[in-house]
């Protein structure tokens, strides 16, 4: 028990990881106690965490089913700027090593595929479509990255700064992605 | 004409000289309400959604004015919470239209092309039709001891004296003494649903966040020593949904950034050996 508080707090943290992914599944959480202080906690606590753990458990054995989530919830703007920080981020870190490792195990240089490219005669429509696939990420996680920053000092939280940060990040990320891909 | 006690022969004629004057009824506004239902009694019955018709002139103007009225005269059997009718008890949480709200204070849309979708909470276990369980919820609201906690020891003195506090403490707990714990917040945040079971969910950190900074509450260091894990709190990713969502207007994403500063800023190897002590 002493061993699993102690890998809770962050060394052994896989295992609680691939508790939540389990949890997704809705398979039985056993990481609730893990978490507690249980050198520090009071009775309250106690009585808390009892509370949490039956109710897993007789949810579970009543085979209750889940309210729906993702499928009704009302797409805000706050809900959908947060997952596009999220999905270009991802879409960065895989990218860009992957990127950089093929090339880096592939023969000739950067340019010679450049020039492969240009050579396949595209219609350039399609050309500044990729370009602004490629910009549009890095321009918007980065200036969305100074939104979140101001928050981690708890400045612009409240609602209609929120939403008028938003509305500015997104319309100057689109602006800085126009502006790579038309001068530069 | 015999006349009751207190009866004027005027309102007989004023009446009378009313109804003449009146109008033909008005035409029935028909509202459709697609509402989730689900029976435990029912063996195999599986979650569905079940349209009424609510004839908006003959209704009031909030949901949950609807949803009694459905009740009352078309479907007994459809079960909700409610009780104060005015937005104070947060009873009547649910997912109206897409947004988690107070169905009392949400007004009917009146555009009779669309019908009103009503949902429970998000990512609960439902109990029956709009009715979750709460309890996980409550259970978490209990585990960050939600009362004024002081250092002095002795319980025998409690209560003689009134706890001292200037109006610019008192003024940093507006915002946060008004939740309701309807848990419409916590419910809308996607963390809280991928993570009910560790992460506390916005509307029980903004209560933590009162009782911290309550400053006749001696704790709250250990209070901040509480959230030091990667669970409870660094879950929030800063969705925000929480703020946009909240039927009283209150901001939890806000108190959570504050705890995150706190967290930052505290001495937590001083709190460590506070609360092991």
């Known amino acids: 028990m002493a061993a699993m508080i102690r890998a809770s707090f962050g060394k052994g943290s896989a295992l609680l990881t691939n508790n939540a992914a389990l949890l997704s599944s809705r398979l039985q959480p056993v990481v609730v106690t893990q978490l507690s202080h249980t050198s520090t906690r009071s009775q ?3 009585i808390a965490y009892k509370e949490m753990e039956e109710f897993w458990e007789k949810n579970r054995r009543l085979n209750r089913p889940l309210s729906p989530h993702l499928r009704i919830y ?32 592939l023969p000739g240089d950067f340019s010679s595929y450049i020039e492969y490219i240009k050579d396949l005669h595209l219609n350039p429509a399609i050309l ?48 800085v992605t126009a502006g790579f891909v038309h001068l530069l | 004409m015999t006349y009751k006690t207190g009866e004027l022969d005027i309102t007989n004629k004023t009446r009378c000289a009313q109804t003449s004057a009146a109008t033909a009824p008005e035409p029935a506004r028909m509202k459709k309400f ?25 209704c009031g103007p909030m949901v949950l004015d609807a949803l009694i009225k459905i009740k009352n005269e078309m479907d007994p059997t459809l ?25 009392c204070l949400c007004k009917i849309d009146d555009n009779l092309g669309k019908a009103t979708k009503i949902y429970p909470l998000p990512h609960m276990y439902v ?24 250092k002095d020891g002795s319980d025998k003195n409690i209560g003689d004296k009134q706890y001292l506090q200037t109006t610019g403490d008192r ?3 507006d915002g946060l003494y008004e939740c309701i714990l309807c848990a419409c917040c916590s419910t809308s945040c996607p963390s809280y649903w991928w993570n009910s079971d560790k992460y506390l969910g916005p509307a029980v950190l903004m209560q933590a966040y009162r009782w911290m900074v309550d400053s006749r509450d001696d704790y709250t260091s250990e209070r901040l020593f509480q959230m030091e894990d990667r669970f409870s709190v660094y879950r929030c990713h800063t969705i925000m949904n929480c703020t946009k969502t909240c039927p009283k207007g209150l901001n939890p994403g806000l108190a959570i950034g504050e705890i995150k500063k706190m967290l930052a800023k505290y001495n937590s190897k001083e709190a460590k050996q506070l609360a092991q002590a």
């Not at chain 1, 981020?89 to 093929?102: K, L, Q, R, S, Y």
């Open chain 2, 34 to 58: 697609a509402v989730y239902r689900w029976d435990p009694e029912k063996p195999g019955d599986k979650p569905k959604m079940q349209t009424y018709e609510v004839d908006l002139n003959t």
């Open chain 2, 171 to 173: 003024a940093k707990l």
């Open chain 2, 127 to 150: 109990i029956k039709d709009l009715v979750p369980d709460m309890s996980n919820f409550y259970a978490q609201y209990r585990s960050i001891e939600p009362y004024l906690k002081k």
């Open chain 1, 44 to 46: 309250t606590g106690d």
């Open chain 1, 128 to 175: 500044t479509a990729a370009k602004y696939v490629l910009a549009f990420p890095i321009c918007y996680h980065y200036i969305n990255g100074i939104r979140h920053l101001a928050w981690d000092w708890a400045i612009g939280f409240d609602l209609k700064t929120t939403y008028q940060s938003g509305y500015f990040v997104m319309a100057l990320a689109l602006l």
């Open chain 1, 74 to 105: 009302n797409p805000e703007l706050t809900s959908m700027l947060s997952l596009c920080h999220r999905a270009t981020g991802i879409a960065m870190a895989v990218t860009v090593p992957f990127v950089a490792a093929t090339l880096l195990g």
């Open chain 2, 79 to 103: 079960t909700f919470r409610r009780s104060c009718r005015e937005g104070i008890c947060g009873s009547c949480s649910m997912n109206i239209g897409g947004s988690n709200t107070l169905a």
